[in-house]
């Protein structure tokens, strides 16, 4: 990525599991937000599982990378793998005390969780 994508957060790509429960969602979310607030750039996760050769480069070569997953079975840290590339910044979502379900009535306040946890791990 040559561009610089942010002021505050660096040169950050944001890969978000963006899964079918609310805490796939929550990991959307926040990085749709993190992004417009300049904290990183969402980057798409799905390129790099369809080993489309400019994404799986991209995340090759970004100097700093959070991936983002809802829970304990790892879609975007197995993509990551499955694509050789390392995951530099790993979260999951359900280690946070969220819960995992099918509500997606997001609450801000788990967006919230969510964002200042991205930025700490960062750190």
């Not at 796939?24 to 790099?48: D, P, R, V, Y």
Request: hydrophobic share 40%; glycine share 12%; charged share 25%.
């Amino acid at each position: 990525m040559a561009e610089e994508c942010c002021e505050v957060g660096g040169n950050i790509m944001i890969l978000a599991c963006s899964g079918g429960s609310n805490v796939g969602q929550l990991s959307n979310q926040a990085a749709i937000e993190l992004t417009q607030e300049g904290f990183g750039k969402m980057f798409c996760l799905a390129g790099i599982g369809g080993h489309l050769a400019g994404f799986v480069q991209s995340a090759k070569d970004v100097p700093a990378m959070v991936a983002i997953d809802g829970c304990e079975v790892g879609c975007a840290k197995a993509i990551l793998d499955h694509a050789e590339i390392p995951a530099k910044n790993y979260l999951v979502l359900t280690e946070l005390g969220i819960e995992k379900n099918k509500d997606f009535n997001l609450k801000a306040e788990d967006i919230k969780k969510v964002k200042d946890a991205v930025r700490s791990v960062c750190e």
